[in-house]
């Protein structure tokens, strides 16, 4: 397939997405009028924290539909945005544990309701406050309704059972890996690349990749062996992203990657990259500087350079070629008809080239 048909594939299966999520959000802003003004406004922040995203997940789902032969086009657009309501409810709720209230550049659902209450006179400490309650049933609507949108899919119950189940494996994955990540951050030593892997894993990729690209070949009755292959793909890419998205909060380019290279350094991000550094003579250097909250950008630089003379970035940009020719390993598996493989090597390679 040209470059030109893969765009417009991809942009017809947004089109569908983001026409699912355009019904929900209109069906429940109607439902909402009949609590009050203030409540429909709460729907209308979590949709604006829906739009901007890159349907990541949804792509995964129809990637695997449609390669093992799906044709429901709209059920898969419901499992999709299912699955884009679900990375919704978690970002939301990852921002108040991070005490965040900005995401791609403006404000979240903490961010919206505190600058509302400030502007009308509340304290930062009240309008904080007011912020981050709202953002949690926010998170809890979304939360609920991924689930709401499978059982809308239009499914077989037998298929709607597993694709739930998967679902469920996707949050409770992710759960436990935002709790391993809220411990890391209150321990004194920096933890060892092998945990910090398995909580990326746990927190991302099995929400982001493994599960979505489960859900898509179960949708499309896929064997077992394969949507088990699938899996292993999905967690080994999916830890892979996760490993260049690190580097790119410190080395990245903020017009391309939307957010900042200095805040993963003022947070002491605990990430591969610095947890090897731990390791190098070098550390002595920047130790002092990572997790400092008012950084400067020359420092920041600084930093940068003792992670590129130490090893650092050398190995976590190694550690990601690993996995990501892993996950391409799981695809020669006999049972991977041609037609999935030649979609998902694009996938390992957009991954793999964000690390150049």
């Known amino acids: 397939m040209e470059g030109s048909d893969l765009l417009a594939v991809a942009q017809q299966r947004q089109a569908q997405v983001d026409g699912v999520l355009d019904r929900f959000f209109s069906l429940a802003k109607n439902r909402a009028s009949a609590f009050g003004q203030e409540y429909v406004e709460l729907w209308e922040v979590l949709e604006t924290n829906t739009v901007g995203g890159k349907r990541f997940r949804p792509r995964m789902v129809f990637t695997a539909y449609q390669a093992l032969g799906g044709e429901d086009l709209e059920a898969a657009a419901y499992v999709g945005a299912a699955f884009e309501l679900l990375h919704t409810a978690l970002i939301v709720h990852d921002d108040v544990i991070d005490h965040d209230f900005i995401r791609r550049g403006i404000p979240n659902v903490s961010g919206s309701y505190r600058d509302r209450a400030l502007a009308k006179g509340a304290s930062e400490r009240a309008a904080e406050h007011k912020g981050v309650s709202a953002a949690v049933i926010a998170g809890d609507l979304a939360l609920f309704n991924a689930y709401r949108l499978i059982d809308r899919s239009g499914v077989n119950d037998v298929t709607r059972i597993r694709l739930v189940e998967v679902m469920d494996d996707a949050l409770f994955a992710s759960a436990a890996g935002e ?12 933890p060892r690349v092998d945990d910090i892997l398995t909580m990326e894993r746990l927190k991302t990729a099995v929400y982001s990749f493994e599960c979505p690209l489960q859900a898509g070949a179960i949708l499309a009755g896929a064997s077992e062996d394969v949507v088990a292959t699938l899996a292993d793909f999905g967690r ?54 990572i997790g400092k909250p008012d ?62």
């Open 179 to 190: 709790l391993i990540d809220m411990d890391f951050s209150h321990l004194v030593d920096m």
């Open 236 to 289: 080994e890419i999916g830890v892979a992203y996760q490993i260049v998205d690190d580097l790119l909060g410190v080395f990245g380019k903020e017009a391309d990657t939307g957010k900042t290279t200095i805040g993963d350094l003022r947070e002491g991000k605990r990430t591969v990259l610095i947890s090897y550094a731990t390791s190098t003579r070098e550390w002595a250097e920047i130790e002092v500087l």
């Open 295 to 356: 950084l400067a950008e020359d420092e920041a630089e600084r930093v940068r350079e003792v992670l590129i003379s130490s090893g650092a970035r050398s190995f976590a940009e190694g550690l990601a070629r690993y996995y990501g020719n892993r996950a391409l390993a799981r695809l020669a598996e006999p049972h991977i008809p041609l037609a999935l493989r030649l979609e998902l090597h694009p996938v390992a390679d957009a991954v793999l080239g964000r690390v150049k």
